[in-house]
């Protein structure tokens, strides 16, 4: 469309400037854009997904270990309920893998919901690893040799998960407001199918509809 207008022997001229071939250009490389935004977000969602099941798995691995080092000393049997309760629903709690907002969902639609419950599980494990990691630090003596599972190294990795499930969670709303924006671009008011259909119109109404020009415009796809 902006390339046949813009090869018009007589310049184009719309009442609406925006709809000139070369305002026109301009709008058409802000949707590219758009479309580059939303790509890279989403390739970047997809990463960090990738990033986060690696911290979950790291995690439940530790937890049994843990478990395994208190149950490990008779002195410590009266943790050893908690520790091991706690690391039940730890390892217990499988969240399905999240997937990114689809183009033009709603809040509170069914795909919103079951990635918003998904989210959730990732935050109750951060919560009953946090809970663990507290129990530990009250048992004296607790002073593991393995590095992985010492409170210090626990403590990070609580953390760095809880850090990660808030980043998750910003970067899905960057998404969602993303894609809106790149809808609106599209169908919204004044967006691409608008205006479109109005550079045909304003063809049509320049060159007159049994014109070359109108003839080359009006069969493009909107």
């Known amino acids: 469309m902006q390339?046949?207008?813009?090869?018009?022997?007589t310049?184009?001229?719309?009442?609406?400037?925006?709809?000139?071939?070369?305002n026109f250009d301009t709008f058409l490389n802000?949707?590219?854009?758009?479309?580059?935004?939303?790509?890279?977000?989403?390739?970047?969602?997809?990463?960090?997904?990738?990033?986060?099941?690696?911290m979950v798995k790291d995690l439940k691995a530790r937890t049994l270990r843990v478990v395994s080092y208190v149950e490990s000393n008779a002195a410590w049997e009266k943790y050893a309920r908690v520790i091991k309760k706690l690391a039940d629903k730890i390892r217990g709690n499988?969240?399905?893998?999240?997937?990114?907002?689809?183009?033009?969902?709603?809040?509170?639609?069914?795909?919103a919901k079951a990635r918003n419950t998904g989210e959730q599980s990732f935050s109750e494990i951060a919560e009953n690893f946090e809970q663990l990691v507290d129990a530990i630090s009250g048992i004296s003596g607790y002073t593991p040799p393995a590095a992985e599972?010492?409170?210090?190294?626990?403590?990070?990795?609580?953390?760095?998960?809880?850090?990660?499930?808030?980043?998750?969670?910003?970067?899905?709303?960057?998404?969602?407001?993303?894609?809106?924006?790149?809808?609106?671009a599209y169908d919204g008011p004044s967006g691409l199918k608008e205006k479109m259909l109005a550079i045909k119109t304003a063809v049509r109404a320049q060159y007159g509809a049994e014109s070359a020009a109108y003839a080359a415009v009006k069969g493009i796809k909107v």
């Open 30 to 54: 802000g949707i590219d854009t758009l479309n580059t935004d939303v790509a890279g977000l989403l390739t970047q969602y997809s990463t960090e997904v990738d990033v986060r099941e690696l």
């Open 94 to 111: 499988r969240p399905r893998k999240p997937v990114a907002p689809a183009p033009g969902e709603t809040p509170g639609s069914t795909a």
């Open 11 to 22: 310049p184009f001229a719309p009442a609406d400037s925006t709809l000139t071939p070369t």
């Open 3 to 9: 390339a046949a207008t813009a090869a018009f022997a």
């Open 149 to 184: 599972i010492t409170v210090a190294s626990l403590t990070t990795l609580a953390t760095d998960f809880s850090a990660k499930n808030k980043a998750m969670a910003s970067l899905d709303r960057q998404i969602t407001l993303k894609q809106k924006e790149r809808l609106a």
